[in-house]
């Protein structure tokens, strides 16, 4: 099963044969939206809207704990996350589409981990973007004929606001790519609930670093923002026509070297809340 998560512009699918929905409650509270489950390209998929339908949920206001641990007790083994960033780079045009394979932090109000509570479990995110299903995206941006760069950092910023002028520049002085308010806590819980991870950035506006174009405004990136959501469903659909059947990356195992603590101390409150995440390290490790 692959989930998709479409973000600004992107409330639903249209290509998508809906067989059902359904409205989770979690241990980490409500989603942002029901899932909507169907078939697309003759794949099972999991959609939901990060925002919610009607665009009501802030970034910060986002459950992404419960958002990603509903697509992991649906079944999904794969993520496809769509959003919509700023450009932080010249050559990365309003409606380019950008596949990051890095993320830098600047978010401080979100819960972000399926951990603590008595659990403790350190996963490595130093790849935190699967290659396999990137490199699907990319074929699939291809394909849509979108103009597309592959790899790239992605700064995760706090919003609601856009930068200041000073953060801009601060932030292209680190040499990042792409700047957007959700993507790092998606790619953080995806590794720890061990399912591949991977997003399209879509490119709306150039921040506000760029001297001959205009600050990015709400109003301005809201055309842009329609445009790509077309091309974004394009390429989801190939995105999931491309992905092979089987893995060959390491990302459905990335708990095996992570958790730290025996399980037999961990309070039963706290892996009753976990049963979907550990379940396949519970039984590889035997426990
Ligand atoms: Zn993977």
């Known amino acids: 099963m692959i989930g998709i998560i479409g973000g600004s512009g992107l409330y639903r699918m249209e290509a998508l044969r809906v067989l059902r929905e359904e409205r989770l409650t979690t241990p980490f509270g ?3 939206d029901a899932y909507i489950l169907g078939e697309l390209e003759g794949r099972e998929v999991v959609f939901l809207s990060r925002h919610g339908q009607g665009h009501t949920i802030l970034p910060t206001e986002i459950n992404f704990r419960a958002n990603l641990w509903g697509l992991k007790t649906l079944g999904c083994d794969r993520v496809v996350s769509v959003s919509a960033v700023g450009s932080m780079k010249d050559h990365l045009r309003p409606t380019d589409v950008v596949l990051p394979d ?22 490595s995110l130093a790849h935190p ?23 790239g950092t992605y700064l995760c910023m706090e919003g609601p606001q856009f930068s200041t002028r000073a953060e801009s520049f601060l932030y292209r002085s680190w040499g990042v790519d792409v700047i957007g308010m959700t993507n790092l806590q998606e790619a953080r819980l995806s590794r720890e609930a061990e399912m ?72 039963p409150e706290t892996l009753e809340a976990l049963v979907p995440i550990l379940k396949e390290y519970r039984r590889r490790q035997g426990l």
């Open 30 to 32: 409500e989603p942002s």
């Open 102 to 123: 890095q993320f830098v932090d600047r978010t401080r109000h979100r819960p972000d981990t399926f951990f603590g509570r008595g659990i403790a479990a350190h996963v």
């Open 129 to 151: 973007v699967c290659p396999e299903l990137q490199a699907a995206a990319y074929r699939a941006c291809a394909s849509a004929g979108a103009r597309v760069h592959r790899g």
């Open 196 to 267: 591949c991870y991977a997003t399209l950035a879509m490119v709306t506006d150039y921040d506000c670093w760029h001297e001959e174009e205009e600050n990015v405004t709400t109003a301005a990136i809201l055309e842009v923002i329609a445009a790509n959501a077309r091309l974004s469903q394009e390429i989801l659909r190939e995105t999931v026509k491309a992905l092979p059947r089987e893995h060959a990356c390491a990302c459905a195992t990335a708990l095996d070297a992570a958790v730290v603590t025996r399980l037999d101390r961990v309070p």
